[in-house]
């Protein structure tokens, strides 16, 4: 592997001391709102495998952090990076993993021996944990607003480095595992070796950057896109720096709407899911020469994902719970809502929604409103952050006939390109149905629309509540910073655990977080998505409001959903209103 500079490693290990945050107590117990799911599907989500494979689970499992004999497997140590950590449970869990991570089956090629891996599951950036004065408040589906992926895998990295470098580290290792003799101990170390290269690879090339993330913050984008064109095809020349940090969406409702993802790119939901995977150490071999060699094979968990992305179809949006944050202000509310309705509706789809008109399989979906990034003026980053051009290498003779045999491409064209070989080559192995097949896609017509300018999606506020921080990349605390002028929003804050009630946000002390986000910093900006005074476009999408009226909208945003466990049906209810939000077509 080609050597980073020096500075550029320091810098990578100086983001992972920065962003942990420091191990608390552990306060009272969880407690769970009512979002449709049962307990037994709420513990399947939560460790259910999507085919990520990050190392072996046995050595995950006893490998000690750097500095100390503390396991990184531990529970103080997962809090440390926001991950949240639970109980065993022997039918689930037995193991104890935090939320977010799970034992992954990789099954060689031509052979019978099935390799254990720990992974990241879907969980571990899409669920949220809200802490307030002692009191646990889970959100299934939400934003990981305290997990940092970036400072958990430039630690695991440490610890493997670590590992390396210190024998008394690694005898522990070896004494855990039971390698006991020189033979033993010999073959531990070179597999120990091998398999700290793809991690070092990915906190090097894949997360590679000057700017840290922080909690609740990835490049998405970035990460799938290197890991695709560059680390597994084996062409660092493809490397894009991960600049533009997007908070990972709330899922409540995403299987319903016309379009996901922040820039309304993706409607077909296998293909999503499985992209998302690409991104977390999903296997993939890029690098044969042809696919009689292996070229395009993955260790894709495709039937996961559909029973992930059904039982999604029936979480609901976490309703604000008064007997631990507060009563609502009915009046106010009501007067909020009004507002809404003059103010947001017309991006902002409300309860009970308008929807697209039946589709050939009989489908409606939830209208999401579809915002031009020059209108709304947020962030754009995630728009130019990618190298205009990549090197096919050895895809170039797999490529369709417009790229075909061509040395280099737009680096967005190989990937729209990759991903759906890799995709199809896993559907041909499932050999599914007609019906099977329609189900997997959603239920959604393909070849599926894409947008033809950029793009934000302004999808339901049901719940938005408990999905802090707020904007598409986490750069505005609370809710009532969304209701300002732009230019008057908080420009540096801590990303703290601690949720207010008041403003509807994060804690910006640093009393329970440590983490400084700077809006100054490239991809950070918390401009856009302005009230204030002016003529609307540039960033400016409504009118200078009160002070009356902005407690009255975030008073309104607390009260929806109006009740508990109100699953949106999906495909559209019979007496479905059919209509479009004011930019849904562009």
Known sequence: MKALPCALLLAAALMADAAAQPAASPPGPVVFLDQGWT??????????????????????????????????????????????????DPQSNPDALPIGLSKTIVKKKGSSVEDVQIGLTCAACHNAQLNYQGKRIRIDGGVANTFDMMGYVNALDDAMQATLADKQKFDRLATRLG????????????????????????????????????????????????????????????????LAPTKPPFLWNAPHGSWT???????????????????????????????????????????????????????APPKWPEEIFGRIDRQKAAAGKALFATHCASCHNAWPYTW????????????????????????????????????????????????????????????????????????SELK????????????????????????????????????????????????YEMLIPASERTKKFYVGREFDPVKVGLDTSGKSGTFLLDTSLRGNSNGGHSFEKG????????????????????????????????????????????????????
């Open 39 to 88: 307990p037994a599907e709420r513990a399947w989500y939560y460790q259910v495998s999507q085919g990520s494979a990050v190392m072996s689970y046995d050595l995950f499992m006893n490998l000690e952090v750097a500095g100390s004999q503390e396991l990184f497997r531990s529970d103080a140590n997962s809090d440390r990076f926001g991950l949240i950590a639970q109980p065993a």
């Open 179 to 242: 390698a006991m003799s020189a033979d033993a101990k010999a073959e531990l170390g070179k597999r120990f070796e091998r398999e700290a290269v793809p991690i070092r690879d990915y906190r090097t090339r894949t997360l590679a950057t000057p700017i840290a993330w922080g909690p609740s913050r990835i490049d998405a984008i970035s990460a799938i896109v290197n890991r695709l064109l560059a680390i597994e095809t084996r062409i660092p020349q493809n490397t894009s720096t991960p």
């Open 261 to 315: 993802q922040w820039r309304a790119s993706q409607q077909d939901p296998i293909n999503r899911n499985l992209v998302e995977s690409m991104g977390v150490y999903l296997p993939m071999n890029l690098h044969a020469k042809s696919p009689q060699e292996g070229l395009f094979e993955s260790n894709a968990a495709l039937l996961n994902l559909q029973q992930i992305e059904n039982q999604l179809t029936r979480l």
């Open 356 to 427: 697209t008109a039946p589709n050939k399989y009989g489908k409606r979906f939830l209208e999401v409103g579809v915002v031009p990034q020059k209108y709304v003026g947020t962030d754009p980053g995630q728009f130019d952050n990618l190298r205009p051009y990549a090197i096919t290498g050895n895809l170039a003779p797999y490529l369709p006939e417009s790229f075909k045999d061509k040395e280099i491409i737009p680096t967005g064209a190989l990937y729209l390109i990759t991903q759906k070989l890799v995709l199809d080559k896993a559907l």
């Open 432 to 479: 599914l149905d007609e019906q099977q097949t329609i189900n997997l896609h959603g239920y959604r017509e393909l070849p599926p629309a894409r947008q033809t300018q950029d793009v934000y999606k302004a999808a339901p506020r049901d719940g938005v509540w408990a999905t802090p921080p707020f904007m598409h990349n986490g750069s505005v605390p609370n809710l």
């Open 535 to 586: 003529p609307l476009g540039n960033g400016i999408i409504g009118p200078l409001l009160t002070e009356p009226q902005r407690w009255a909208l975030v008073e309104y945003l607390k009260s929806i959903p109006e009740e508990p466990g109100r699953v949106t049906p999906f495909g559209g209810p019979a007496n479905a209103v059919t209509g479009t939000s004011k930019w849904s077509r562009n």
